[in-house]
């Protein structure tokens, strides 16, 4: 296999930061090459200079043998190499045509040639197994179906190697499936891949070869018949995970929080009753859409719930607003980090204040010396890596962005955490440590209730289990009884246990 791509010796530093050292790799033609590390391995870096949009310090860049400077995303493009970034470029309001061609539509008589990119929009979408009308606004598809049409995008700059960002992070299982399809037809076609992902299930159906990166150099590589999920992960963090999940079941305490007849706006016809326990870590599981998110929104009062009853520690709670959550001693971590969980322009230090600020006020001033000695506190706590305190959040990797917004609640002391996929997006060592959080805060007798869709990750961390189906409560087990088959079960309405 000839190689499409030849990279050597790639250096790349920041104000305090060495992103990049001496990094080398190629990339066949019609090779899928995935590119693993941890959050700030360099990764994100490292596919920015080959698409162009920073510059390398050192090192030399070959595409089809002959040396190349990629100065800018036009250079990039005109060399074959796509990104396609994790959060997705398209314009909402306009169609998929217009999309596919923005900025470079065909010309006919000094006006845009609509017929000319309706036909060419339906043979790319067709490529990549989309039957829909090129009129048809990308605001009214699916997340997986906006994928889809990025990548054709792609494919209409005549893009030879597409670099692929966590393209499954935001997809359904069934969307996942389609997008394999799509990357498995494109590599018998000719077209590399180079594919950055944190789930290694889908790193071993995908890749024929495996590039490895940590602390911005190369750890090592895998051909496609060495790759397994304990080779990889050993590489990215140069240690032995065997033991990756750190839970060690004990007794419950009190009950902490008691839900009965619950209504959520989102399923009004369904009742949801459950107890939560002091010291105890709590899974919830169900497919997209089973309203794990809209009942955690409910609990914390963004939604206030439509029926039923809320009781914290015996006393009923009128959880109208999230004011009234947090005064009763609740905290979320939200799915979403960078739209509901950061203020992506403020500093580290703002951000893990934001909660507690009216505490940490002195006359109506801020009292910065208590937010300086909080940010301390939660920075070694949490394990944050960052140059400063002062640091701009939207700078860091998603594992310390989530660490910063864990940190945020946890400077609350709250007595009942609700988690709402709290490892999403985020690289294995990172996850292992969340994880040892989670455990710690429940020995201090923490009630903790999450929400996870990464099964493995709801078995090894819950004493027990609650499966939502549609709305509703479909049953609970106790850690004795996990397994992914009985929570699929119940997950997909088969059958239905007692709650």
Request: glycine letters at 12%; aromatic letters at 4%.
């Amino acid at each position: 296999m000839s190689n499409l791509l030849e990279v050597s010796g790639i250096g790349k530093s920041f104000p305090g930061v060495r992103a990049l050292h001496d990094v080398s790799f190629s990339v066949g033609a019609g090779e899928v090459v995935a590119v693993l590390g941890e959050n700030g391995a360099g990764k994100s870096t490292l596919m920015k200079i080959l698409a162009g949009v920073q510059m390398p310090d050192a090192g030399a860049i070959r595409v089809d043998g002959a040396p190349v400077q990629i100065r800018s995303v036009e250079e990039g493009l005109s060399l074959g190499i796509a990104l396609i970034h994790q959060e997705l470029n398209l314009a909402t309001n306009l169609s998929i045509g217009a999309n596919l061609f923005l900025g470079r539509e065909p010309v006919k008589r000094g006006l845009i040639d609509e017929r000319e990119i309706a036909a060419r929009s339906r043979v790319l979408l067709e490529r990549v197994g989309l039957d829909l009308d090129p009129a048809t606004l990308v605001g009214d598809l699916s997340i997986g179906r906006q994928q889809l049409v990025e990548i054709a995008k792609a494919l209409s700059t005549n893009a030879r190697l597409l670099i692929m960002d966590e393209p499954t992070s935001s997809l359904s299982q069934g969307e996942t499936e389609r997008l394999f399809g799509v990357v498995k037809d494109l590599r018998s076609k000719g077209v590399s891949i180079l594919y950055i992902s944190h789930r290694l299930g889908e790193v071993i159906e995908l890749a024929d070869r495996v590039v490895v990166l940590r602390d911005g150099e190369n750890a090592g590589g895998l051909d496609r018949g060495e790759i397994t999920h304990d080779r990889m992960v050993g590489l990215m963090v140069g240690r032995d995970l065997s033991q990756f999940y750190v839970h060690e079941p004990h007794p419950p305490g009190e009950v902490v929080l008691s839900v009965s007849g619950l209504r959520t706006p989102a399923h009004p016809g369904h009742e949801i009753d459950f107890e939560l326990r002091a010291g105890e870590i709590v899974g919830m599981a169900g497919l997209v859409g089973a309203g794990r998110t809209e009942l955690l929104q409910t609990l914390f009062g963004i939604t206030p719930a439509i029926g039923g009853m809320v009781r914290v520690q015996g006393e009923p709670c009128a959880l109208a607003n999230p004011r009234a959550a947090i005064a009763a001693g609740m905290a979320l971590v939200p799915e979403d980090r960078k739209q509901q969980g950061l203020i992506l322009e403020m500093a580290v230090a703002d951000n893990i204040s934001l909660a507690s600020i009216s505490r940490d006020q002195r006359a109506g001033f801020l009292n910065f010396a208590a937010e300086r000695r909080l940010t301390e506190e939660m920075t070694a706590r949490m394990r944050i890596k960052t140059p400063s305190s002062r640091q701009i959040v939207r700078f860091l990797s998603g594992g310390n962005q989530q660490k910063v917004v864990l940190g945020k609640w946890l400077a609350m002391k709250p007595r009942i955490l609700f988690l709402d996929e709290p490892t999403r997006g985020i690289d294995i060592g990172a996850k292992r440590e969340i994880y040892a959080l989670m455990e710690e805060l429940a020995k201090e007798g923490v009630a903790i209730l999450f929400v996870s869709s990464e099964l493995e990750e709801v078995i090894g961390m819950s004493d027990r289990v609650l499966v939502m189906h549609e709305g509703r409560l479909a049953g609970e087990l106790p850690r004795g009884e996990l397994g992914e088959e009985s929570i699929m079960r119940l997950a997909t309405g088969r059958t239905t246990a007692a709650a």
